[in-house]
T-cell receptor, first 115, second 111 residues
């Protein structure tokens, strides 16, 4: 089954304790990205990656890091989480490049609470 | 001006009626348009994509695109309570390899 998976699905942590949220896709998509979703603010892109070893900032990158060492994986790293990073996080993937095929698929989400 | 605008709702329709959801976008060079459905606490699910002017139908869903007016809509015929969700409009802006999402319209279908 074609899918995007994320782990963990739920996480409660404390301020300053480094954490990683994993994301993996099995569709051989070049493009992967991370979003956060907050009430009233919609989906905001944190980081994206156009292919292995190619990453760039989205609209709200502060406090986050990413890496893309393999095509299928795109982990999100919070080096020193703060309460304002409490949010619902989604990983997404889609094919890259030409034509109209920008159909993007989302993972199930990770609900993060930072106390 | 927001790049992709949607009325936040809630849009309340009776069961069996047609629900009409609207979205406007600011970049005239936008290429591709998508509608996602999102149930509370769940991930967005792609339900329609449209790339050229006119209508595109898929089951009870019809997407309509008017590039001259920079307007895309989603019609849901024979609305069901299970259609109650937030609908997100997403646009691939011209020259950008990025999807821009609207904040979503909440739809409530009541029996």
């Amino acid at each position: 089954e074609a899918q995007v998976t994320q782990n963990p699905r739920y996480l409660i942590t404390v301020t300053g304790k480094k954490l990683t949220v994993t994301c993996s896709q099995n569709m051989n998509h070049e493009y992967m990205s991370w979003y956060r979703q907050d009430p009233g603010l919609g989906l905001r892109q944190i980081y994206y990656s156009m292919n292995v070893e190619v990453t760039d900032k989205g609209d709200v990158p502060e406090g986050y890091k990413v890496s893309r060492k393999e095509k299928r994986n795109f982990p999100l790293i919070l080096e020193s989480p703060s309460p304002n990073q409490t949010s619902l996080y989604f990983c997404a993937s889609r094919p890259w490049g030409t034509g109209n095929n920008y159909e993007q698929y989302f993972g199930p989400g990770t609900r993060l609470t930072v106390t | 001006q927001k790049e992709v605008e949607q009325n936040s709702g809630p849009l309340s329709v009776p069961e069996g009626a047609i629900a009409s959801l609207n979205c406007t976008y600011s970049d005239r060079g936008s290429q591709s348009f998508f509608w996602y459905r999102q149930y509370s606490g769940k991930s967005p699910e792609l339900i329609m994509s449209i790339y050229s002017n006119g209508d595109k139908e898929d089951g009870r869903f019809t997407a309509q695109l008017n590039k001259a007016s920079q307007y895309v809509s989603l019609l849901i015929r024979d609305s069901q309570p299970s259609d109650s969700a937030t609908y997100l409009c997403a646009v691939r802006a011209g020259g950008y390899n990025k999807l821009i999402f609207g904040a979503g319209t909440r739809l409530a279908v009541h029996p």
